[in-house]
């Protein structure tokens, strides 16, 4: 299966501390999104790449957090001095582009990283 | 800016039973309509979308969207649930020149035998 992936699935952490989460999307896709799902609610957009560049940033997307997407495949978000509210799960989805401004391609979602901070 | 509103946080259901999950959007630009399925502690799996073309779109096993603009509504039903469709269902649209999607805060579809 050549799903799109997230690494770790679940992440325990201390409040304060600083966590990393990794997102390999269905090769050749050149957009790459970021998703926020709390309980009880749908996913909220944080951040999205077409291909290495970052092209929007949600206003959720504090200064604690982080994205990147180096050589435009996979991408990694960092939240640093984690609050408990960030527990969530975050979710990745990639898309294909195929290059015309108007178009829109199906975004194929990963299982996602569940957060606890305590 | 787009906003979407299911109706309905919770909805629960006999087997076998139709059933109509509703979704209503608001945006001041054309948007795609999606819906999603998402089950414990999964990502979300695509089940429909309207793209442009004929307003009823159908998937796998019945189920089937209709978009009316006028109303401002994209309603999924299924004619007949099954114990397996208990899942929590995601109506999310996104504005045709930009990828991000906003969805919706999701309807609990509990089927009972």
């Known amino acids: 299966d050549t799903g799109v992936s997230q690494d770790p699935r679940h992440k325990i952490t201390k409040r304060g501390q600083n966590v990393t989460f990794r997102c390999d999307p269905i090769?050749?896709?050149?957009?790459l999104y970021w998703y926020r799902q709390t309980l009880g609610q749908g996913p909220e957009f944080l951040t999205y790449?077409?291909?290495?560049?970052?092209?929007?940033k949600s206003r959720l997307l504090s200064d604690r957090f982080s994205a990147e997407r180096p050589k435009g495949s996979f991408s990694t978000l960092e939240i640093q001095r984690t609050e408990q509210g960030d527990s969530a799960m975050y979710l990745c989805?990639?898309?294909?582009?195929?290059?015309?401004?108007?178009?829109?391609?199906?975004?194929?979602f990963g299982p996602g990283t569940r957060l606890t901070v305590l | 800016a787009q906003s979407v509103t299911q109706l309905d946080s919770q909805v629960p259901v006999f087997e076998e039973a139709p059933v109509e999950l509703r979704c209503n959007y608001s945006?001041?630009?054309?948007?795609?309509l999606f819906w999603y399925v998402q089950y414990p502690n999964q990502g979300l799996q695509l089940l429909l979308k309207?793209?442009?073309?004929?307003?009823l779109v159908k998937g796998i096993n019945g189920f089937e969207a209709e978009f009316n603009k006028s109303q401002t509504s994209f309603h999924l039903r299924i004619p007949s649930v099954h114990i397996s469709d208990t899942a929590e269902y995601f109506c999310?649209?996104?504005?045709?020149?930009?990828?991000?999607?906003?969805f919706g805060d999701g309807t609990t579809l509990t089927v009972k035998p």
């Open positions: 999310a649209v996104t504005n045709t020149n930009a990828g991000k999607s906003t």
């Open positions: 090769s050749e896709h050149n957009r």
């Open positions: 989805a990639s898309s294909p582009n195929l290059g015309l401004a108007t178009s829109y391609n199906e975004q194929f």
């Open positions: 945006s001041s630009v054309s948007v795609y």
């Open positions: 309207y793209l442009s073309g004929s307003t």
């Open positions: 790449f077409q291909n290495e560049a970052q092209l929007e």
